[in-house]
Each structure stands twice: as structure tokens, then as C-alpha cells.
Nanobody
Framework: QVQLVESGGGLVQAGSSLRLSCTASGRTFSSYMGWFRQAPGKEREFVAAIRWSGGTTYYADPVKGRFTISRDNAKNTVYLQMNSLRAEDTAVYYC???????????????????WGQGTQVTVSS
């Protein structure tokens, strides 16, 4: 079983930066790890994902050029560097991982089988 613990959320002003971290423990093999977010009254939406082997990255259009996902294999940690934050980035950000062998779409919320508890990011305008 994989356990995911996020950190790094907070309250910032528009234009600022934050870095989220997510550390995996337990059965730490993951094919993909990623970040989704959910704003009040909205569905959970894809933000970014990274393939653990090879490091291929994927981004949602609204965050391309502003957010960067990366990983530290030795620490079993994935990061989300968020720059030029906007009010519309306000949401609970969830770390996720898939540790199976099935091919799928890393941008699809249903692909993942492990989730963190979420960390709040609030951007004031």
C-alpha cells in the first residue's frame, strides 16, 4: 500500500510562487505520480503528472508555462513548483499515484489508485 503525504500549501498573493511536495511511503513503486486540484463546487481536475521511469511530464493547459512537476527518486518525492499564481489556482491540491501495470491516461482522475489528503492553496487577488 502506498501512502502519500503532501505539504507546502498556503495563502499567497497573485503573482507569487509556492512549491508543493508529496512524499510516498509504503510500497513506493509508482508508474505515475501527479497532482490534481479541486475548487469549491467544481470537479477534481488534472494539473500535472510525471512518469516515474524516464520523467515524461504532462500538464493541463491552464498551468503550462507556470507550473513544473519534478521528482526526486531517492526521496520518493514529487514536487509541484507553482509560479505566477492566479486567483483561479485557488483549490485543494491532491497528490496521486498509480502503482499498477495497466496502461492508461495519466491525465484521467480515474487512472490513479492512491491519493493524498490534500493541501489548500489560496491565492488572493
Amino acid at each position: 500500500q502506498v501512502q502519500l503525504v503532501e505539504s507546502g500549501g498556503g495563502l499567497v498573493q497573485a503573482g507569487s510562487s509556492l512549491r508543493l511536495s508529496c512524499t510516498a511511503s509504503g510500497r513506493t513503486f509508482s508508474s505515475y505520480m501527479g497532482w490534481f486540484r479541486q475548487a469549491p463546487g467544481k470537479e477534481r481536475e488534472f494539473v500535472a503528472a510525471i512518469r516515474w521511469s524516464g520523467g515524461t511530464t504532462y500538464y493541463a493547459d491552464p498551468v503550462k508555462g507556470r507550473f513544473t512537476i519534478s521528482r526526486d527518486n531517492a526521496k520518493n518525492t514529487v514536487y509541484l513548483q507553482m509560479n505566477s499564481l492566479r486567483a483561479e489556482d485557488t483549490a485543494v491540491y491532491y497528490c496521486t499515484a498509480y502503482d499498477g501495470l495497466k496502461y492508461g491516461d495519466p491525465q484521467n482522475v480515474d487512472y490513479y489508485n492512491h491519493w493524498g489528503q490534500g493541501t489548500q492553496v489560496t491565492v488572493s487577488s
